[in-house]
């Protein structure tokens, strides 16, 4: 460093900027992209499945099944905005604009071959909001329609009231006050990781700025990406992050080492029981540790569905056999078929066998 330099004046910040709107305008985008970075963290939390789209009808979408037929959609208009919003300025239409904020919000939901699978409709303000029930002394962070005074209802309804297909649309509408706050929001998600992963396995060594990195660079990827997909894998690899890839994520930059009583008695079974040379041995080892990894920080449902399949069949046949390695043959021809894909391996599923023979199972 020039420390010469630290005394200098800045020729560039002798004058104003002539043109601010650019920052305003990324720092607006970018919040949208963190409060979704936030939201699939709260949604890993609790177990959920979920896909999270973003720029998909509304700045943010999220589907709570990744199963097409069972999914129903949350879509969120995400607003960064020093100002209080009320009914007049959510309704009315202001100079310069065609539609109103609460007519925009509804073209995006209603008369849409997708409307029927909309479960909820938010609008989410940084500025807060001040309706009736805040002058009644009330104080809540997501505001239901159905808080709104007969009034209130009255201005939405005639907002939208030349828009198609508007039957269900107000009961789903909420208003949100995001605690994600306006400023510093990228060290407050990357706090929000580690407090997640000291919760839901707490021990572990994690690499949060890592985790942040991959995630929030597949967020503006995907946003970035304004194809359409008319199938719903292709939309679900393109244009969303789901609860299976965070995990994924997650676990990539996680670790912590198996107990070492486990492993050496792992380590012994193998040498004894199925006669395998070092290279063999070591592959089993690796998927011994990335089963163990998944089981102690995976909240995906996939995970505890393939535990208690390997679970089940080993009590099925545990008293049949003396020898590990050839329980684990009857094991595999009961596994069902959604276990056995899960696995990209034979040895990943010698070492799943394995931790749950000698932690999960009581024989």
């Not at 649309?169 to 060290?187: Q, T, W």
Request: aromatic letters at 10%; hydrophobic letters at 35%.
């Amino acid at each position: 460093m020039d420390f010469d330099n630290l005394k200098l004046t800045n020729p560039l910040g002798l004058e104003p900027k002539r043109e601010k709107s650019g920052s305003d305008t990324f720092r607006k985008y970018n919040y949208q992209y963190h409060w979704a970075f936030c939201r699939i963290l709260d949604e890993h939390e609790i177990g959920s499945e979920f896909a999270l789209f973003i720029e998909e009808h509304e700045d943010v979408t999220i589907a709570d099944s990744l199963d097409v037929t069972k999914t129903t959609f949350e879509l969120n208009q995400i607003k960064e905005t020093s100002k209080r919003h009320t009914i007049h300025s959510l309704t009315n239409v202001s100079k310069g604009e065609s539609k109103s904020l609460i007519a925009k919000l509804a073209e995006s939901c209603c008369d849409k071959s997708y409307s029927q699978k909309i479960s909820k409709v938010n609008f989410v303000s940084t500025g807060g909001y001040s309706f009736n029930i805040h002058k009644e002394g009330y104080n809540f962070e997501v505001i239901d329609s159905g808080e709104l005074n007969d009034e209130e209802v009255k201005k939405v309804e005639d907002a939208i009231s030349n828009i198609s297909g508007i039957e269900g649309f107000i009961p789903k509408l909420a208003f949100v006050i995001p605690s994600l706050p306006e400023k510093g929001f990228d060290f407050v998600v990357e706090g929000k990781i580690s407090s997640l992963i000291s919760k839901i396995a707490p021990g572990l060594k994690y690499d949060a700025n890592s985790i942040y990195e991959c995630v929030i660079r597949d967020l503006n990827r995907k946003g970035e990406n304004s194809f359409d997909y008319k199938n719903w894998d292709d939309a679900l690899k393109r244009k969303a992050i789901t609860s299976g890839q965070l995990s994924d994520v997650i676990e990539q930059h996680i670790s912590r080492k198996p107990d070492e009583n486990i492993v050496s008695e792992m380590i012994q079974i193998l040498n004894d029981e199925y006669s395998l040379n070092s290279l063999a041995r070591r592959k089993i080892v690796r998927g011994f540790n990335r089963y163990y990894t998944r089981k102690i920080a995976s909240r995906d449902l996939i995970v505890k569905e393939v535990s208690n399949d390997i679970i089940r069949c080993i009590k099925n046949h545990a008293k049949k056999h003396t020898n590990a390695r050839a329980l684990e043959a009857d094991v595999k021809k009961e596994l069902n078929e959604k276990t056995l894909v899960f696995f990209p391996s034979q040895e990943d599923i010698t070492g799943a066998f394995l931790y749950e023979l000698l932690e999960g199972v009581e024989i």
